[in-house]
């Protein structure tokens, strides 16, 4: 079993930058992969980025590549997401997953946070 918890959001101008955290409880975290995914108002929830259980792989969707960094630091059981250059379009709900395969599909991750609010006003 594994608990998320994101935080980190909030309201920042377009240009601006934040990073998020999903703390992880359970001794079992450090052999998840870990998603990021999005989700704006009367929107499905999209894949934001993933990375792998070691570090050793990531992944992003296309508009964040060169402005998001997700990394993870297992010794803390927490995994990050920086974000840079915000623009208006990056505003949703941030919620980070946990997951046994390397998947963009939200259906494949086993546990979410409750998800953190990220709002860019131009």
């Known amino acids: 079993q594994v608990q998320l918890v994101e935080s980190g959001g909030g309201l920042v101008q377009a240009g601006d930058s934040l990073r998020l955290s999903c703390a992880a409880s359970?001794?079992?975290?450090?052999?998840?992969?870990m998603g990021w995914f999005r989700q704006a108002p009367g929107k499905a929830r999209e894949f934001v980025a993933y990375?792998?259980?070691?570090?050793?792989?990531?992944d992003y969707t296309d508009s964040v590549k060169g402005r998001f960094t997700i990394s993870r630091y297992n010794a803390k059981n927490t995994v990050y997401l920086q974000m840079n250059s915000l623009a208006p379009e990056d505003t949703a709900v941030y919620y980070c997953?946990?997951?046994?395969?390397?998947?963009?599909?939200?259906?494949?991750?086993?546990?979410w946070g409750q998800g953190t609010q990220v709002t860019v006003s131009s």
């Open positions: 997953a946990a997951g046994r395969s390397r998947s963009w599909r939200p259906d494949d991750y086993e546990y």
């Open positions: 359970g001794r079992t975290f450090s052999s998840y992969g």
């Open positions: 990375i792998r259980w070691d570090g050793g792989r990531t």
